[in-house]
């Protein structure tokens, strides 16, 4: 089991992983560039090397970019759909010049006269045009939406229904946000209702198609639609739901990543708690902190 944060890059490389290491992550997420721009400088081939070799060394493994919120391949305004698609391309080459795993990609919304089907289909051909533009590059990773806005992917089968639109399946792979799957319906903050959800997404875009997960308590109801992320087993979730998640047998090899509100001292809380819930025979030791650091 892996355990981090998503990370900010504000200040550079360096201060990432600076941080990174303070809240004891041994996985991390990241942005390539301000998640609310177009705008973008690129990574040099040497920089990314850099940041690449200090988090092989520091142990902190597999890392992912998160793309920009920004983006919005499943939308009918064929503009903003394009300049989504070739952010998507930017962004994996980013990603592979930093040597990520993949690429974590939220799928859109086809706005209020669209229908989820067309949706579906437009993303797909995302992901073929993100294939073609980076060949060798690193994953596309789904992520589940909440619901919200028309948003595509509140339902794990039309995850699925895109990986088999693709003509790339081979490179896609999917990230299951625990505060958006509550928020889209699926009860999985009960014993009953987790195994149901962990039942469709292996009938629906198989459970070996997953890359990570992203750890996160819902501040919002179960089937709110609403995608409100909260501090660990402090939310609607709560202790016991978060307990029973992350020491799921069918989930402890992934890297979970949190997505938490607030400060470092609270990401520094919600590391505490999350490894607390963790069932001692799973717990992962924890990284240490070097000195000089507090
Ligand atoms: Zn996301
Ligand atoms: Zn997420």
Request: charged fraction near 25%; glycine fraction near 8%.
């Amino acid at each position: 089991m892996r355990l981090g944060f998503h990370i900010s890059i504000a200040g550079g490389l360096d201060r990432c992983i600076e941080r990174a290491i303070v809240r004891r992550c041994t996985t991390l997420q990241m942005f390539t560039a301000a998640p609310v721009q177009w705008a973008r400088n690129d990574v040099s081939a040497e920089e990314g090397a850099r940041f690449a070799d200090e988090l092989a060394r520091l142990d902190i493994h597999p890392h992912f970019v998160h793309a920009k919120y920004l983006l919005n391949v499943a939308s009918p305004d064929p503009e903003l759909r394009a300049i989504s698609v070739a952010d998507l391309c930017a962004e994996l080459q980013a990603a592979q010049v930093l040597r990520a795993a993949g690429v974590i990609l939220h799928l859109g919304s086809v706005g209020a006269k669209g229908t989820i089907a067309e949706g579906i289909d437009r993303v797909a051909r995302a992901v073929d045009e993100a294939c073609e533009c980076s060949p060798e590059g690193p994953l596309v990773i789904l992520e589940n939406a909440a619901g919200q806005g028309n948003m595509v992917g509140a339902r794990f089968e039309e995850i699925a229904r895109i990986i088999a639109a693709t003509d790339c399946p081979e490179r896609a792979r999917v990230c299951i946000d625990t505060a958006h799957a509550f928020g889209a319906g699926y009860a999985i903050h009960e014993e009953e209702g987790l195994e149901r959800a962990l039942a469709e997404m292996d009938a629906t875009f198989g459970l070996d198609r997953l890359a990570l997960l992203h750890v996160n308590d819902s501040l919002a109801p179960l089937a709110s639609g609403r995608d409100r992320h909260w501090h660990i087993g402090r939310g609607e979730i709560g202790r016991e739901g978060m307990a029973r998640i992350v020491s799921h047998p069918a989930l402890l090899h992934l890297p979970f990543i949190m997505e938490t509100p607030g400060t470092e001292a609270d990401d520094v809380s919600n590391m505490r708690r999350i490894r607390r819930l963790i069932r001692p025979e799973h717990r992962p030791p924890l990284p240490p902190l070097p000195k000089g650091l507090c």
